[in-house]
């Protein structure tokens, strides 16, 4: 029975996490931790089937591997994370609420700035030649 309470949340977090990709209040990444907990949980199957996923390789395996994220991606996600709660706070007229989506957003600062780290370029540089070597060799059968 937990299996299928753990297949029915992935799904959901993994729909709900495709569609953060698209709509920036919605946070893509959490979602696709959280899909990939249950997926793991719920069947080994499927968990392999998301591992191998274009969607998990772009925005989470450098993370889930390394604990880390390019400079790229981390001011991606800045941007549109800031923009929408800068709406949100334009937007609301309750002070409160106000000062509540400012601290998560300075929270939110805090931790991409200071708790997860940036990827090297040189890491960088050399992931990208060992796929470009992965490609060649797959082109070449």
């Known amino acids: 029975m937990m299996k299928y309470i753990y297949l029915t949340l992935a799904f959901l977090c993994l729909i709900c996490g495709s569609v953060g990709i698209v709509i920036p209040g919605l946070p893509t990444t959490p979602l696709l931790l959280a899909a990939s907990f249950f997926f793991a949980k719920g069947s080994n ?3 392999r089937w998301f591992l191998g996923t274009k969607l998990y390789h772009k925005h989470l395996e450098s993370f889930v591997q390394h604990k880390t994220m390019k400079l ?3 001011v991606y996600i800045l941007m549109f994370s800031t923009c929408s ?3 949100s706070i334009y937007l609301v007229k309750n002070l409160y609420v106000r000062i509540f989506i400012a601290a998560i957003l300075a929270v939110q600062y805090f ?3 200071f708790m997860i780290k940036t990827t090297p370029k040189q890491e960088i540089l050399r992931v990208s030649q060992f796929k470009k070597k992965q490609r060649e060799k797959i082109t070449a059968y």
């Open 111 to 113: 931790c991409f700035i």
């Open 45 to 47: 199957r499927f968990h």
């Open 72 to 74: 790229r991606t981390k």
């Open 85 to 87: 709660m800068g709406l």
